[in-house]
C-alpha cells in the first residue's frame, strides 16, 4: 500500500507541475529570450553604426547630414523585424556610395575655386573698378583745380598732358594697392566684390595694367609737362603703394600718410602750370591735407567692424578718442588755411568771407561727431565733405587774383614789363 500510494503521489505531483507549466506560459519564455537577444544585438550594430557616422561628420570640412533608421521597437515579430533589418541594410550601402549630400548643397567640384572667364566686353568695366575710377576722377580734379588756381595764362595743351598723365599714374597706384591687398579685402563686405577677389582677373594681367598706365603716366608729366610734375608723381606712386599700402596693417600713421598722398595731386596742378614749387601750391596742398582727415575718419568711423576683421590698423578701431579729435581739428584748420590765402596773394579778401559759412557747418559737423561719437553723426559729416570740398574750391577759384592784377600791383612796385612776362611763363 505505501509503495503503490507513493507511487500515485508522485504521478499526481507530476501531472500538477505539467498542468500548471501550461497555464503559466513558461513554454514561450525561449522564445521571448531567443526574440529579446536579437533585437539586443540589432540595437548594439545600430549604435556602433551611429557612432562611425559622427566619426566621419568630424572628419568633413562641412556638417553631413544622414539619414538612420530608426530602432525596431521590442514587441515587432520576427518577421518584420528581419524586413527592417535588410532595408537598413541596402539603405546603408546606398548612403554610403551617393547619398551623402552636404548640407549646403553643393558637390565637391562647386567648393572648388574656379576662375572667372571673362567676356571682352566687361574688361572695361573690370579694369575701370580696379583702378577706382571714382577715386582717379577725384584725383584728376584736384590737380585741374591745382593747375586752374596757378597764377599764370592757362594752356590748354599742357593741362591736358597734366590731367591725362595724373589719371593713369592714381590708376597704377591704385591697381597695385589691390593686388597686395586681395587676402585682406575678401574679409571686408565693402571690398570683397573687387575684380582680384573675385578672380575676375588674374594678378599677371593687374599688374600688366599697372606696369601700362604708370609708365607712360610718368612719361607723360615728365617730357610732356616738366620733371617735376613727374617726380611728384612717380613719388605718389611709390608713397601709396610702398608707405601707405603697408602702414594700413602696422601703425595708424597710415591715415597721416594717406593725407599726404591725396595732398600731392593739387601740388602738381600747381607745379605743371607754373614750373615751381610755390607758396600757392603748399596752400592748396594744406586744403586738401586737412580736408582728407574729417572725410576719412569719418567714413572709417562706419566700417570699424570691418577694418577690424580684415586686420587693417585704423584710428577708428585701436584710437576712437583721437579719430574724433584729430577729425575736429582739421575742420578748424581749413577755416585757417582760408584765411591765409589772401595773406599769400592767392585770393581776394572776399573769399575766406565766402567760405566761413561752409567751413562752420563742417566744423559744426565736426563738433558732433566729436560729441556724440554715433553712426548718424559720423554719416552727416561725410556727406558734407563730399560737396564741401568742390564748393570750397570753386568759391577760390572765382575769388581768385588775376594775372593782369599781379601785373599791375609788379608794375607799381617798380616791375618792368619783362618781370610781368616771367610770371606768366611757366
Avoid at 284 to 309: C, D, K, T, V
Avoid at 324 to 351: K, N, Y
Avoid at 399 to 422: N, P, Q, T
Wanted: include cysteine.
Amino acid at each position: 500500500m505505501s509503495a503503490a500510494r507513493r507511487c500515485c503521489l508522485l504521478r499526481a505531483l507530476a501531472g500538477f507541475f505539467v498542468w500548471r507549466l501550461r497555464n503559466t506560459g513558461i513554454p514561450q519564455i525561449p522564445c521571448r529570450f531567443v526574440h529579446l537577444h536579437r533585437v539586443a544585438n540589432d540595437r548594439l550594430i545600430t549604435f556602433q553604426y551611429f557612432n562611425f557616422l559622427k566619426r566621419m561628420q568630424l572628419d568633413q570640412e562641412k556638417k553631413v547630414v544622414y539619414k538612420i533608421s530608426p530602432v525596431s521597437p521590442v514587441h515587432q515579430s520576427w518577421s518584420e523585424t528581419s524586413s527592417r533589418n535588410e532595408l537598413r541594410e541596402v539603405k546603408s550601402a546606398a548612403e554610403t556610395e551617393d547619398s551623402v549630400i552636404p548640407v549646403g548643397g553643393e558637390s565637391r567640384e562647386d567648393r572648388r575655386w574656379k576662375e572667372m572667364k571673362v567676356q571682352l566686353d566687361d574688361l572695361p568695366g573690370i579694369l575701370a573698378r580696379l583702378s577706382k575710377i571714382k577715386l582717379t576722377a577725384l584725383v584728376v580734379s584736384t590737380a585741374s583745380a591745382g593747375f586752374a588756381m596757378a597764377p599764370v595764362p592757362f594752356e590748354l595743351t599742357c593741362f591736358l598732358f597734366t590731367s591725362l598723365g595724373t589719371g593713369l599714374a592714381s590708376c597704377a597706384a591704385n591697381s597695385i594697392n589691390q593686388f597686395f591687398e586681395v587676402p585682406f579685402d575678401s574679409n571686408m563686405n565693402r571690398t570683397k566684390n573687387r575684380p582680384l577677389v573675385r578672380g575676375q582677373i588674374s594678378p599677371l594681367l593687374a599688374v600688366c595694367f599697372a606696369a601700362s598706365c604708370g609708365i607712360p603716366g610718368i612719361a607723360l608729366l615728365t617730357l610732356g609737362v616738366n620733371s617735376l610734375t613727374g617726380a611728384l608723381g612717380a613719388f605718389n606712386i611709390f608713397l601709396y603703394t610702398c608707405c601707405y599700402t603697408p602702414l594700413k596693417r602696422m601703425s595708424i600713421a597710415n591715415t597721416w600718410v594717406g593725407a599726404v598722398v591725396g595732398a600731392i595731386p593739387p601740388i602738381m596742378g600747381w607745379t605743371a602750370a607754373t614750373g615751381s614749387l610755390d607758396a600757392g601750391a603748399l596752400l592748396l596742398g594744406g586744403i586738401l591735407y586737412s580736408w582728407q582727415f574729417p572725410h576719412f575718419n569719418a567714413l572709417s568711423w562706419g566700417l570699424r567692424e570691418e577694418y577690424s576683421r580684415g586686420g587693417y590698423c585704423m584710428m577708428s578701431v585701436t584710437h576712437p578718442g583721437l579719430c574724433r579729435r584729430v577729425a575736429l581739428h582739421h575742420c578748424f584748420a581749413l577755416i585757417g588755411l582760408s584765411t591765409v590765402a589772401p595773406v599769400l596773394d592767392i585770393t581776394t579778401w572776399t573769399f575766406p568771407i565766402i567760405s566761413l559759412p561752409i567751413n562752420l557747418y563742417i566744423s559744426y559737423l565736426g563738433f558732433r561727431f566729436y560729441r556724440d561719437a554715433d553712426r548718424s553723426s559720423s554719416r552727416k559729416l561725410f556727406f558734407c565733405s563730399l560737396w564741401h570740398l568742390p564748393m570750397l574750391l570753386l568759391v577760390m577759384f572765382t575769388c581768385k587774383k588775376s594775372v593782369l592784377e599781379k601785373e599791375d600791383k609788379g608794375d607799381l612796385r617798380g616791375g618792368s614789363h619783362e618781370m610781368a612776362l616771367e610770371i606768366r611763363l611757366p
